[in-house]
């Protein structure tokens, strides 16, 4: 059964976007919703809801692939990668995105050294972040990363992830399954506890809206 989009739109823009949704989020919404209709419409509705929250913070709430921000300092470099510069360092470092890149994912997920710029060219991209080569090799962008800004390449790559375990191993049937729903221990299908609580009450927003939407189609 198609999920009411006129109610979907209305609930989350009233418990998520003080009551109104901008056009490039609600065109984000629909796709995800369109790709979820298309391929997993008997899946279960909590998945759609965490898939949708995952996004909604991954993305700053634009609901639009976006790339990865490094535009660190020097103070913010020394507190986000401590082991990874030292002092003198961060301030060369210090607004110069690619350099970043390429020493805070050199020689991890599945990226070369420093000095072979993986770390630039498989920085984090999409709707939610993929970042290194071994996880674009996963989604067949290793040759062309910059597809994971294309909405349907993101889309997919974000549910698809999301169902199969592509991140870090864990998976939506984890954490919903049955009579089973852990809306927080469910963050470490994408990385760890972060923000943990705050993606959870997203999610249950979202899972009110298709719900209850649904409800009422019937």
């Given at each position: 059964?198609?999920?009411?989009?006129?109610f979907?739109?209305e609930?989350?823009?009233?418990?998520?976007?003080s009551?109104h949704?901008p056009s490039a989020?609600l065109?984000g919404?629909?796709a995800v919703l369109?790709?979820?209709?298309?391929n997993h419409?008997?899946k279960?509705?909590r998945w759609?809801?965490?898939?949708l929250?995952?996004a909604?913070?991954e993305?700053?709430?634009?609901?639009q692939?976006?790339?990865?921000n490094?535009?660190?300092?020097a103070e913010?470099?020394?507190?986000?990668f401590?082991?990874?510069?030292t002092?003198?360092?961060?301030?060369?470092?210090?607004g110069r995105?690619e350099?970043i890149a390429?020493?805070?994912?050199?020689?991890?997920?599945?990226?070369?050294?420093?000095a072979?710029?993986d770390?630039?060219?498989?920085r984090?991209?999409?709707?939610?972040?993929i970042?290194g080569?071994?996880?674009y090799?996963?989604?067949g962008l290793a040759k062309e990363p910059?597809?994971?800004?294309?909405?349907?390449?993101a889309?997919r790559?974000?549910?698809?992830?999301m169902i199969d375990?592509a991140?870090t191993?864990?998976?939506?049937?984890d954490?919903?399954?049955g009579?089973e729903?852990?809306?927080?221990?469910?963050?470490?299908i994408?990385?760890?506890?972060?923000?943990?609580?705050?993606?959870?009450?997203y999610?249950r927003?979202?899972?009110?809206a298709?719900s209850?939407?649904?409800a009422?189609?019937?």
């Amino acid at each position: 059964m198609p999920i009411n989009r006129s109610f979907f739109g209305e609930h989350v823009a009233d418990t998520l976007y003080s009551g109104h949704m901008p056009s490039a989020p609600l065109e984000g919404h629909h796709a995800v919703l369109d790709y979820w209709e298309a391929n997993h419409s008997d899946k279960d509705d909590r998945w759609l809801a965490y898939i949708l929250a995952t996004a909604y913070h991954e993305t700053g709430h634009a609901l639009q692939p976006v790339e990865e921000n490094l535009h660190y300092g020097a103070e913010r470099l020394l507190a986000v990668f401590p082991r990874r510069f030292t002092p003198h360092e961060a301030r060369s470092f210090a607004g110069r995105p690619e350099m970043i890149a390429n020493r805070v994912y050199a020689s991890r997920l599945g990226n070369g050294d420093e000095a072979g710029g993986d770390g630039w060219r498989f920085r984090g991209r999409g709707l939610v972040q993929i970042t290194g080569r071994s996880n674009y090799e996963k989604f067949g962008l290793a040759k062309e990363p910059n597809d994971a800004l294309d909405r349907a390449t993101a889309v997919r790559i974000l549910v698809e992830g999301m169902i199969d375990g592509a991140y870090t191993g864990r998976r939506l049937d984890d954490y919903f399954d049955g009579d089973e729903a852990d809306w927080v221990n469910a963050r470490k299908i994408i990385n760890a506890l972060d923000r943990a609580r705050d993606i959870a009450g997203y999610a249950r927003r979202y899972y009110a809206a298709i719900s209850y939407t649904r409800a009422e189609a019937a």
